[in-house]
């Protein structure tokens, strides 16, 4: 039973990886039709980082990702604070609050903003306000639930008697909370902020209402390019984007293996 | 001071982001596009998309079955793996997340096109090609190989947090393999199920971009028809109208999924 799962696992993850398969192999191809493979050359890596353009659209996506992660963490961590010393029925009704975003599809949050932001251009009688600041609110909007939902369950966790001591020894509140709880709830806001992250850098449905002529991003724009043939430079750059991610991600697996597993020898020698 | 005003700015900024959004959802709805008037015909107008939004839901019922039916072993598996090889194999699910849907659907484009590279190989060896492509299959596959990971995530979270003496304590009470399977671990992995449903579901519904790569236009979805009432035929009214009733079906859906749980909110399964 166990030998057929496993065998059914495997094929799962050759399912997973095959288009990953096919956008590497194409970043390769000499020729430009991603179905025939008309020999291995390193051109389409060549021209990436001659098209200053692409670079560019890049880099609003960072710029985004990285603002509105940021915004995010320092916003919804603090408001877990205040959540979580929040009983009854306001907790559950800012819960709920929180869970909309989560719970709308996509394709409505984006709708509903890119309604909001028309109807505040009619009534200051801008044409368009859709750019760079519609789409960071839009970020930050559909981010912050990821922070609330990984941050609230580490603050739960917490032993309360931590924070009393930190006050008995002659914390201040806020000293409480930068020197204990801060530390405490660090996993907690490590993980939402890298979701919020992850989830910015490749939101194509939400960004895709909210943007403007003026302030683009990659995803939006791979949109765009799927009308018109696309050029094979996009996948020698998603190739690349994959390899650093496997790279980063891998790094992060052997940090967190080294540091089980001197967590696991000082508890033996403690004992 | 009280703690609690510490999520004042979120909650300021959710209610200005989310609510007066959903608000300003529901006045378009409800005003004709070119007087501004006070109307219903928007809402009666839905009433030429019913097929549609049938086949849309249609289809996402049975991509998230089957994500369910693959992902449940495959989350069955992981979790019963070392702790090591349970994070290789979380980070590898979450991997292909990483990289753009719109490349990656683009990927089994290349693959399943009349043209593409599973037909190019048929003919090469003398088959005849297969219609793989522009039909409710191909957009069950994309559907389910985007979502996938969403179904498998918190099924393991929730199969891994299984305490292994339970299923000692059904062994030595009799139970068989079978038993076990069906009385211990199936009931008490429903939470992981139900959130894994909603995850791959709520998507699914509302996507836009697979079925018009996967599809044909006798496919369109929902979403489809959204999209197109804000980027071409621009009469935002009906697509507030439009997306007014995807959200409170969504709604109802999730509402009734979440009967079969009675978890407090914060006990969501988070990735």
Known sequence: MRRINRIFTVIVFFFLYIPMIILAVASFNKGTDIAVFQGFTFNQYKELFRDSNLLRLLGNSLIIAVISSAVATVLGTVASVGIHSMRGRMRSAVMGLTNIPMTNPDIVTGVSLALLFAFVGVLLRINSVLGFWTLLIAHITFSLPYIILNVMPKLSQMDPDLKEAALDLGCTPVQAF??????????????????????????????YFVTGSGFVTLPVEIYSYTKKPIQPKVYAMFTLIFVTILLLMVAMNLLQARDTSKKLRRKEASR | MKRKW???PYVLWMVLFTLIPLGVVFYYALTDSMTGEFTLSNLAHIADYWPIFLRSIWLSIIATLICLLIGYPVAYFIAHCKPSTQRLLQMMIMLPMCISFLLRTLAWVALLEDTGIINNFLTSIGLNPLPLIRNNGAVILGMVYNYLPYMILPLFTVLMKIDPRLIEAAEDLGCNSRQVFSRVILPLSVPGIVSGITMVFVPAVSTFYISQKLGSPGTILIGDVIESQFKAAYNPNLGAALSLVLMVLIFVCVGVMNRFTNDEEESMVTL
């Open chain 1, 178 to 207: 930068f020197k204990v709880i801060l530390h405490e709830i660090m996993p907690g806001i490590i993980s939402g902020a890298l979701m919020a992250f992850t989830m910015s850098l490749d939101d194509f449905v939400i960004s």
């Open chain 2, 6 to 8: 510490l999520s004042g």
